[in-house]
T-cell receptor
Framework: NAGVTQTPKFQVLKTGQSMTLQCAQDMNHEYMSWYRQDPGMGLRLIHYSVGAGITDQGEVPNGYNVSRSTTEDFPLRLLSAAPSQTSVYFC?????????????FGNGTRLTVT | SQKIEQNSEALNIQEGKTATLTCNYTNYSPAYLQWYRQDPGRGPVFLLLIRENEKEKRKERLKVTFDTTLKQSLFHITASQPADSATYLCAPNTGNQFYFGTGTSLTVIP
């Protein structure tokens, strides 16, 4: 079982460039989410999805788009990167329907915007 | 909006002692609270979950308490080992939006 796979591991962008962070899970989890982690700020929820075709905003959604066309994949798009989006991004998934189902995290994508 | 606070300072303890980490939350009433461990360069890994109607939960050397009156959870690691050195995150939650504290960095000194 691969669990949650994020690609790429590292990325450097120039201001204004666009890119997509990939996230895939092989556990058939309905719930998927994206977080960003910054020093002193902890993990902040960007967007989440409770199933294919359904997405919703978290705490810090501005500047990011998501879509969920399959159960397995939940890509995060930066349409016009800004230096404030320099961060480590984590994707997480969980099985729904049980309160005690934990989040399973990928190992992150470290993004630098210059 | 909800606020989650963990020990703001890093915690250093001697091997063999008990480490106690604190998680305080305000402005909401979570149905359950989770604790995660995060190692450098890695994603968080789930450790324990405690529900609002449970006072205490144990798993091997780990113990978690949940006081809904004080709006606080304590996370204890007994007989600590250098391998326990990591950042520990609490996540008091309800519904589909999972919020995390900023984490406490623990170093166990041999």
């Amino acid at each position: 079982n691969a669990g949650v796979t994020q690609t790429p591991k590292f990325q450097v962008l120039k201001t204004g460039q666009s890119m997509t962070l990939q996230c895939a899970q092989d556990m058939n989890h309905e719930y998927m989410s994206w977080y960003r982690q910054d020093p002193g700020m902890g993990l902040r929820l960007i967007h989440y999805s409770v199933g294919a075709g359904i997405t919703d905003q978290g705490e810090v959604p501005n500047g990011y788009n998501v879509s969920r066309s399959t159960t397995e994949d939940f890509p995060l798009r930066l349409l016009s990167a800004a230096p404030s989006q320099t961060s480590v991004y984590f994707c997480a998934s969980r099985k729904m329907g049980s309160y005690n189902s934990p989040l399973h995290f990928g190992n992150g994508t470290r993004l630098t915007v210059t | 909006s909800q606020k989650i606070e963990q020990n703001s300072e890093a915690l250093n303890i001697q091997e063999g002692k008990t480490a106690t980490l604190t998680c305080n939350y305000t402005n909401y009433s979570p149905a359950y609270l989770q604790w995660y461990r995060q190692d450098p360069g890695r994603g968080p890994v789930f450790l324990l979950l405690i529900r609002e109607n449970e006072k205490e939960k144990r798993k091997e050397r780990l113990k978690v308490t949940f006081d809904t009156t004080l709006k606080q959870s304590l996370f204890h690691i007994t007989a600590s080992q250098p391998a326990d050195s990591a950042t520990y995150l609490c996540a008091p939650n309800t519904g589909n939006q999972f919020y995390f504290g900023t984490g406490t960095s623990l170093t166990v000194i041999p």
